[in-house]
């Protein structure tokens, strides 16, 4: 579009043609409108829009809005009386029509900055707001604003802005000419086409940014373009490796060069723009070093060096390395290939240096443009201190878990002649890490002509890597799989009627919290066992195809003698190596049980006895298998039960196997089971060792608790066997070796019996066998007839053996459901304190009939102390539903009968005096649930009073019990006051 002349413009300065040439260069991205032709070619440039166009209005006072050629519409007042307006605001209005015939409203693009649309306008003051046109068809175009004020103090005032666009006679074919990737310092060519829709001729001229002079250039520079007609120039691009320094603000986004061209039209203020974008790139390629040492080179071996170079070109480059010395390789593919843009490709150089002495030569890559890249190398020849026999060692293929063997000789030349220090020779074979070989002997000295045997042992195995991967993959395997199955249960869970979903009663669903910690992924922390190893292991023995390692062994050499104390000092130049080709194949016999592992461990047989194992012996070949064995030892600790046998086609064999230990000992013995191919190593492996079983719980000591009389309480201690063998064993009651339990002492380890004669313990089972490493619950059924402490002692013995486990069980019976313990009862010759006499020494009180018993608290208070408040405390427990009356065992309980029980402390009557007060039990009375005990605290104060060296005071109450039954008991308060 052209702009207003100046002589139209009131407070517009939009004059395109006295815009500065840098200016103009930097709106490269303008674009012309095509003509309006029938042909299909340009019909897509018919509607494109000029060049954006921005004007700058000025609000002050009553101004005049700038029209168009065409529009003699009246001009708006904008403006009144100067006063203080703050924050100015403008919006857009409706769109008013070009004209009024036409039947569409065109939307314009006529817009407001958006930086000067809003602000703060002081009193008596101007303020520029900037107005942009970009218009998209040739039109006039309208578009209104509003001027407003935040506190609305006046009133809106309409501004309209009109604009028209008009088509330029000169305009370029393709606005962007894009030359894709350019290398420097070469060229590149193509055409420019203008075309003319005005009805007389035009003269052009093309003008390029100074800075890109050097670059590009176009042919013509000067033209005519007749009417109605089009213009071809040649434009010539020649990037020099200058242009990334002297043009560097023409690049974007990298290497993209985009170059602003102008076509300059005679008689016309607007020029015609286009721009040229390539992007440019450099042909270097680089070495990772400037240069190469080979450093020593045995004339007998080659050297070789590993670099790599890197192509800096945005575009793939042929390469070669040509011309080289005789003695000199590149690999791979002989130093020829293909570089992609940015690749770095590793190469290897390889010497084999033939004279001796010092070689200085280049190694030069040659690319496709014929571009030349040195590579400076140096290599010293020299003759290694010892010399092997056979430098390059085939093994035959070896099957997995068989071991063949090889041998070379390494000799050493010197004279006989030459002094002894530096005629021997040391050396020292190092096998890298993770190869399947043993070097025998691997260090060694040589004396001047002597010569020694070095033997190779090949035992192919699985790359531990490779299990450990196989081990993983089957683990991830069984979770996705466990996952999966919980998921189909879940769905089939979730199919069910709700009828039955609820038949249990439904619970409510708590929602998740977004703050919840997720659950954890089982991927995440996947444990690899022994196991699965071991599983893993045959399955890549099965699926076993081949395997081959090319491997270089280095022999270091040095002149001296070897020794622990003073290592020799070797150096690399005088080192020698071996290649070692390692065919590992398929076995013919694999072993399917013991996991595969080739450990064939009996575990621990009692001394005397015989243990058996099968071994499962499979062929994975298409042909038959036939079998030997190597023999087995002469003591006949293992031996081999049936015969042996060929094997058919993935056929299976089971060899029986038999352990019997002398002594007590560890025993090893390896068995070679052999095909026509290969060799299975068995290693047999066993302890003879004694019996030894573990009780729960480890005291020895099982209380089963207390129950009413006529009920029956069941507990459990368990056998475990920690001998890794089975063991039979057999259980009995100590009580059952005597004929007259009752009357027995206090010391004994039975206690009382029932009054019926029926031993109160029974244990079951009476006898059997635990299995290695599990273990054996024993139920002691206890059932009392009478009111006592009983206890009594189970002997379990393990067959064949003399030694035997002993486990002390005991209970109490009561006649009523509650109990209290904790009390001391007055049984003769009962020391409670050393500071408390015995129970005998004191007055008791013979109990009327309606109490069920007596039992005494005891209090030893200090004088020292200064607090006086002495604590003692016991038990009250509830048996209630502990046992089970024995014609109700297997039935259910009924759940509305009360369980729990309450207890009741009478207070101290008046007759104790100050005692009253002296004694505080907590809590005095209270409920005590089903099979559970509840705890009394007595706190006593001594009075004053009463208060006196080495004085008793005695005093009691009475405790009753209130459950199945009403029991009362006598509790005795004794009070020793000592210093």
């Known amino acids: 579009g052209a702009g207003t002349k100046p002589e139209q413009s009131s407070g517009i300065n939009a004059e395109y043609g006295e815009e500065k040439e840098e200016e103009e260069e930097d709106r490269g991205n303008e674009v012309a409108t095509p003509p309006r032709t029938e042909d299909p070619e340009f019909?897509?440039?018919?509607?494109?829009?000029?060049?954006?166009?921005?004007?700058?209005?000025?609000?002050?006072?009553?101004?005049?809005?700038?029209?168009?050629p065409t529009s003699e519409k009246k001009e708006e007042?904008?403006?009144?009386?100067?006063?203080?307006?703050?924050?100015?605001?403008?919006?857009?209005?409706?769109?008013?029509?070009?004209?009024?015939?036409?039947?569409?409203?065109?939307v314009p693009d006529i817009s407001l900055d958006a930086k000067s649309s809003k602000g703060f306008i002081a009193p008596f003051s101007t303020v520029q707001v900037e107005v942009l046109y970009d218009p998209r068809t040739v039109a006039q175009h309208v578009n209104s604003f509003l001027v407003t004020v935040a506190d609305n103090s006046i009133d809106p005032v309409t501004v309209t802005v009109k604009a028209n666009t008009i088509d330029l006679p000169i305009y370029v074919q393709e606005q962007t000419m894009y030359l894709k990737y350019c290398m420097v310092d070469r060229l590149y060519q193509d055409s420019v086409v203008l075309h003319n829709r005005a009805t007389s001729a035009l003269r052009i001229k093309f003008e390029i940014p100074k800075a890109l002079k050097d670059h590009v250039d176009v042919l013509p520079q000067n033209g005519v373009v007749q009417a109605n007609s089009s213009f071809s120039a040649q434009l010539k691009f020649i990037p020099l490796s200058s242009i990334f320094e002297n043009c560097k603000k023409y690049f974007s986004d990298g290497q993209l060069l985009k170059i602003p061209v102008r076509v300059k039209v005679a008689d016309q203020t607007r020029s015609v723009p286009f721009t040229v974008s390539a992007h440019v790139t450099g042909t270097d390629v680089s070495?990772?070093?400037?240069?190469l040492d080979f450093g020593c080179c045995s004339i007998y071996e080659s050297a070789r060096v590993k670099f790599s170079m890197t192509n800096h070109c945005l575009l793939p480059q042929l390469f070669g390395f040509v011309s080289l010395p005789d003695f000199v390789t590149i690999q791979p593919n002989d130093g020829f290939g293909t570089l992609l843009p940015g690749e770095t490709l590793n190469l290897e150089a390889v010497v084999h240096a033939k004279v001796l002495g010092d070689h200085t030569f280049n190694i030069t890559c040659t690319t496709e443009i014929d571009r030349h890249f040195s590579l400076r190398c140096k290599a010293t020849g020299v003759i290694p201190h010892l010399e092997v026999s056979?430098?390059?060692?085939?093994?035959?293929?070896?099957?997995?878990?068989?071991?063949?063997?090889?041998?070379?000789?390494?000799?050493?030349n010197a004279r006989d002649g030459q002094k002894t220090d530096q005629g021997r020779k040391s050396f020292h074979i190092v096998v890298p890490?993770?190869?399947?070989?043993?070097?025998?002997?691997s260090v060694g000295t040589l004396n001047p002509g002597q010569r020694l045997r070095v033997q190779l042992t090949f035992g192919p195995t699985l790359k531990p890597e490779d299990i450990e991967n196989e081990a993983m993959e089957a683990a991830k395997n069984k979770i996705l799989e466990e996952i999966e199955r919980k998921k189909r249960e879940d769905e089939e869970a979730d199919k069910l009627p709700k009828s039955k979903a609820k038949k249990g009663g439904s619970k409510p669903i708590t929602p998740k919290s977004p703050h919840d910690a997720p659950s954890p992924n089982p991927l995440d922390s996947i444990v690899i066992t022994e196991e699965n190893r071991?599983?893993?292991?045959?399955?890549?023995?099965?699926?076993?195809?081949?395997?081959?390692?090319k491997i270089l062994v280095p022999c270091f050499t040095a002149v001296g003698e070897c020794s622990h104390d003073s290592p020799i000092d070797y150096r690399m130049c005088d080192t020698i190596y071996l290649q070692v080709h390692l065919p590992a194949v398929k076995p013919e016999l694999i072993l399917l049980s013991q996991n595969g592992r080739s450990v064939v461990d009996f575990g621990n047989v009692c001394i005397g006895?015989?243990?058996k194992l099968g071994l499962t012996l499979k062929s994975i070949t298409d042909n038959a298998v036939k079998l030997s064995c190597s023999p087995f030892p002469h003591d006949g600790t293992f031996q081999k039960v049936n015969a042996t046998r060929n094997l058919e086609p993935h056929g299976l064999h089971q060899m029986l196997l038999e352990f019997t230990p002398k002594r007590v000992a560890k025993y090893y013995e390896t068995v070679e089971v052999r095909t026509e191919r290969s060799t299975l190593h068995l290693h047999l492996h066993g302890s003879g060792v004694e019996p030894c079983l573990v009780v729960t719980p480890e005291s020895g000591v099982l209380d089963i608790g207390h129950v009413m009389v006529g009920e029956v309480l069941m507990s459990n201690f368990t056998l475990t066997n920690k001998s890794e063998i089975d063991l039979q064993y057999s259980n009995s009651l100590l009580s059952e070796k005597f004929s007259v339990v009752q009357g027995l002492s206090a010391d004994s380890e039975v206690g009382n019996s029932n009054a019926s004669g029926i031993l109160p313990f029974q244990c079951s089972p009476h006898s059997g066998t635990i299995k290695q490493g599990q273990s054996q619950e024993i139920c002691v059924r206890f059932t009392p007839d009478q009111q006592d402490s009983y206890r009594d002692v189970v002997i379990v013995k393990l067959l064949n053996q003399p030694q035997e486990t002993r486990i002390a069980v005991s209970a109490h019976a009561w006649t009523g459901s509650m109990y209290p313990v904790g009390g001391k009862t007055p049984n003769p010759s009962?020391?409670?304190?050393?500071?408390?006499?015995?129970?005998?020494?004191?007055?008791?009180?013979?109990?009327?009939?309606?109490?069920?018993?007596?039992?005494?608290?005891?209090?030893?208070?200090s004088m020292s102390v200064e607090k006086q408040v002495f604590t003692e405390t016991m038990q009250i427990g509830n048996c209630r539903g502990a046992g089970t009356k024995p014609e109700l065992i297997g039935s259910k309980v009924d759940k509305g009968v009360k369980l729990s029980g309450d207890f009741v402390f009478d207070p101290l009557k008046a007759d104790f005096g100050p005692l009253v007060k002296a004694l505080v039990v907590n809590p005095q009375k209270g409920t005590v649930d089903a099979g559970a005990q509840a705890t009394v605290s007595f706190q006593f104060t001594p009075p004053k009073e009463l208060v006196e060296l080495g004085a008793r005071i005695t005093f009691n109450t009475l405790l009753t019990l209130k459950g199945e039954t009403n029991e009362q008991f006598r509790v005795n308060f004794v009070a020793e006051i000592v210093e």
């Open 43 to 68: 019909k897509k440039h018919c509607s494109e829009p000029t060049a954006d166009l921005m004007s700058t209005v000025t609000f002050a006072g009553s101004e005049t809005l700038p029209g168009t």
């Open 77 to 106: 007042e904008v403006g009144e009386e100067s006063r203080e307006i703050s924050d100015v605001s403008l919006g857009r209005a409706t769109t008013a029509p070009a004209a009024e015939e036409e039947e569409e409203v065109v």
């Open 287 to 291: 070495f990772s070093a400037k240069e």
């Open 390 to 412: 056979h430098p390059l060692i085939r093994f035959a293929p070896t099957a997995l878990g068989d071991v063949r063997q090889a041998s070379f000789y390494i000799s050493n």
């Open 433 to 441: 890490e993770g190869i399947d070989l043993i070097v025998s002997p």
């Open 534 to 549: 071991i599983a893993a292991m045959v399955k890549l023995k099965t699926n076993f195809q081949q395997r081959f390692d």
């Open 609 to 611: 006895q015989t243990k």
């Open 830 to 861: 009962l020391t409670l304190h050393t500071l408390v006499p015995q129970l005998d020494s004191l007055n008791l009180e013979s109990e009327p009939e309606e109490m069920v018993g007596s039992f005494y608290i005891f209090f030893v208070c």
